[in-house]
Nanobody, 126 residues
Framework: QVQLVESGGGTVQAGGSLRLSCVAS??????????MAWFRQAPGKEREGVAG????????DYADSVKGRFTVSHDTSANTFFLTMNFLKHEDSAIYYC?????????????????WGQGTQVTVSS
């Protein structure tokens, strides 16, 4: 019903920046208002919520580890949302996944999300 395709991953040096994109297609009206969120999973670690934006009231939520460095945003006309990452650290290295579903964000409950992107690798060199 809804497909998410993400892009923008790559390798950057510590202190650098990267912007991930997630394009939604299909019946996007079925998840409006929606939570648009980003998760990441590093080797040997569980998947963790990084950032989320609820389109109903524009409320945003961030993991403490990325607060002040990462920003989630939304381009309504393009059915696209983004994760802008600044001042990247080595510990930010992970596979990043975009996710979306109807309702308020639940960053601490990845199982709640129905729609997921395929993942994109972010590697921060030290």
């Amino acid at each position: 019903q809804v497909q998410l395709v993400e892009s923008g991953g790559g390798t950057v040096q510590a202190g650098g920046s990267l912007r991930l994109s997630c394009v939604a297609s299909g019946h996007v009206d079925s998840i409006s208002p929606a939570c648009m969120a980003w998760f990441r999973q590093a080797p040997g670690k569980e998947r963790e919520g990084v950032a989320g934006l609820y389109t109903g009231d524009r409320f945003t939520d961030y993991a403490d580890s990325v607060k002040g460095r990462f920003t989630v945003s939304h381009d309504t006309s393009a059915n696209t949302f983004f994760l802008t990452m600044n001042f990247l650290k080595h510990e930010d290295s992970a596979i990043y996944y975009c996710a979306a579903d109807l309702g308020r964000c639940r960053l601490r409950s990845p199982g709640w999300f129905t729609y997921w992107g395929q993942g994109t690798q972010v590697t921060v060199s030290s």
